[in-house]
């Protein structure tokens, strides 16, 4: 079973994206999440989590700008992206944190275009 993102489009820098994750309800309770990116050429990186508690966390590059969240009832988690930046263009993944590789999905593309 692998997640299903959706959300991603093209934006201005400045612009906002809000990034939604179907989670499998069987472990949609059960472990800690994030959203991950993987710009061309570069590896994939994780840009946000959040752990059972809720605790969320968040590299310098996204931080103040991207806000994680989750709602168990739907099993989705949310990325709201906002102050979008060309630096962020990237296909954007969910998955555990730490990742497992059998959940990779196919990922959302998000392009921030002047």
């Known amino acids: 079973v692998r997640f299903v993102e959706s959300g991603g489009g093209l934006v201005q820098p400045g612009g906002s994206l809000r990034l939604t994750c179907v989670v499998p309800?069987?472990?949609?309770?059960?472990?800690?999440m994030g959203w991950y990116r993987q710009a061309p050429g570069k590896e994939r990186e994780l840009v946000a989590g959040?752990?059972?508690?809720?605790?969320?966390s968040s590299p310098d590059s996204v931080k103040g700008r991207f806000t994680i969240s989750r709602d168990e009832a739907k099993n989705t988690l949310y990325l709201q992206m906002n102050n979008l930046n060309p630096d962020d263009t990237a296909v954007y993944f969910c998955?555990?944190?730490?990742?497992?590789?059998?959940?990779w999905g196919q990922g959302t593309q998000v392009t921030v275009f002047s």
């Open positions: 309800s069987h472990v949609s309770s059960l472990y800690s």
């Open positions: 959040i752990n059972l508690h809720g605790t969320t």
């Open positions: 998955n555990f944190d730490p990742a497992m590789r059998s959940y």
